[in-house]
């Protein structure tokens, strides 16, 4: 049995870890909406729950910004962008046509890799589509992305997200990154 992969910090634990989160995406890929939508509000629940710490946090360490902006900003990634889509129906059959004979079906892409400063809001719509996500924190802002990540996380697993669904790297370099980026099924890049 392999060895679990606890910290991300090299290109090989990142490469053990790509496959663990390969297994863990496609167990996750088989979860009803109902489960899903549960995982999701209790994420963005967590992180909301956490928003002023986690303002403070990135304030003090990125030495960027307004505190009370990123609370409100936390707020934002976390209850709104919740509360927009927790209707939407991203699992199995999402669209029927009779007249026309035609299906819309969701499906994940696998695992997605996300170059970000901020991580709330990358964490729910992998989430709510049900693909692992793999984050490669900004080096500025590490501390307060991984800490907000972590909140998510635990919170999701608690709800029955399996493990190894939302995943950083602890270290990282310009070869992590672009192993990173050539190994997930797609990227999501935002300043």
């Not at 909406?33 to 710490?53: F, L, N, S």
């Not at 934002?76 to 962008?81: F, I, L, N, Q, T």
Request: glycine share 4%.
């Amino acid at each position: 049995m392999a060895k679990k992969i606890d910290r991300i910090d090299s290109v090989e634990t990142l490469e053990a870890k790509l496959a663990e989160m390969r297994t863990a995406a496609a167990v996750y890929s088989k979860f009803t909406q109902e489960q899903v939508d549960e995982i999701c509000k209790q994420a963005a629940m967590a992180a909301d729950k956490a928003r002023i710490p986690l303002a403070k946090m990135a304030q003090a360490e990125t030495g960027m910004g307004v505190v009370e902006d990123k609370v409100i900003k936390n707020n934002y990634a976390s209850e709104h962008v919740h509360n927009y889509f927790r209707h939407v129906r991203t699992c199995g059959v999402i669209e029927e046509d009779k007249a026309f004979g035609t299906k819309r079906i969701a499906e994940p892409v696998g695992i997605v890799g996300a170059v970000t400063p901020t991580c709330i809001f990358k964490i729910l719509i992998c989430l709510k589509t049900r693909n692992a996500i793999l984050i490669s924190p900004h080096p500025t802002a590490k501390r307060c992305t991984i800490e907000a990540a972590r909140i998510m996380k635990e919170a999701a697993e608690k709800a029955g997200l399996p493990e190894n669904i939302i995943c950083w790297m602890d270290e990282s370099s310009i070869e992590m990154t672009q192993v990173m980026m050539r190994e997930v099924n797609l990227i999501l890049a935002t300043g």
